[in-house]
């Protein structure tokens, strides 16, 4: 498994997920036979449907943790199966347990959170306060996925005169949904992107202006 997740795969979460899944079926592999390597026939539909109380009792394992599991054992199994012509049991792939996903509540922060978040004094913390500026620079801007936020840069931004008025948007291609967003910058937005300008690049005329921008909220 390790070698395929090394030659198929390119994407650092990617690869994290699905050794964590690797992971949590070896740890079960172990308890269950007190030792590391079974053979292929030992993968019967009655050990996954032992994995899966193993993962509730154990770790608390919620149903769709325990399904992508499953799922990613079985996607594994089959890219083995192609490679190296394994012997599965047969039928293998149809009698392995099949749990229903349970729809997810929502995680919705509160409007009094948001506004803790919101008005919360500069944290001393540079790490923490970046956070913050961040994920309200996320909310300003529609809503803006987190990753999408995190991969913005100032070559993204385009700044020009719309009917005697400057503007500035950012231009970019989400990374999940590939779609193309062009997003007008609001007024405090614009104070965040402001606090993360590579000052050492401004002359002391402009770093001034900037502090006076900044500071004047």
Do not use: W
């Amino acid at each position: 498994c390790g070698k395929i997740i090394d030659s198929d795969y390119a994407k650092y979460s990617t690869k994290k997920r699905y050794i964590n899944s690797i992971k949590s079926f070896s740890q079960f592999i172990l308890y269950k036979f007190n030792k590391d390597d079974i053979q292929i026939s030992s993968l019967t539909p009655e050990l996954f449907e032992h994995f899966a109380s193993f993962r509730k009792n154990q770790d608390n394992g919620g149903d769709n943790d325990i399904k992508y599991t499953i799922s990613v054992i079985k996607t594994f199994i089959r890219k083995m199966d192609k490679r190296y012509e394994i012997n599965l049991p047969n039928n293998f792939y149809n009698k392995i347990i099949s749990i229903k996903s349970v729809e997810k509540k929502k995680k919705i922060l509160s409007i009094d959170n948001f506004q803790k978040i919101l008005n919360s004094s500069q944290l001393e913390n540079n790490k923490y306060e970046n956070a913050r500026q961040i994920f309200l620079f996320s909310v300003f801007s529609n809503g803006l996925r987190f990753s999408d936020t995190a991969t913005l840069r100032f070559c993204d931004f385009d700044v020009s005169n719309f009917n005697g008025k400057m503007e500035i948007r950012f231009l970019k291609t989400m990374r999940k949904t590939r779609k193309q967003i062009n997003t007008l910058v609001n007024f405090k937005s614009i104070l965040i992107l402001a606090k993360f300008l590579p000052k050492d690049i401004l002359d002391k005329t402009d770093l001034l202006k900037l502090n006076h921008f900044i500071g004047a909220k």
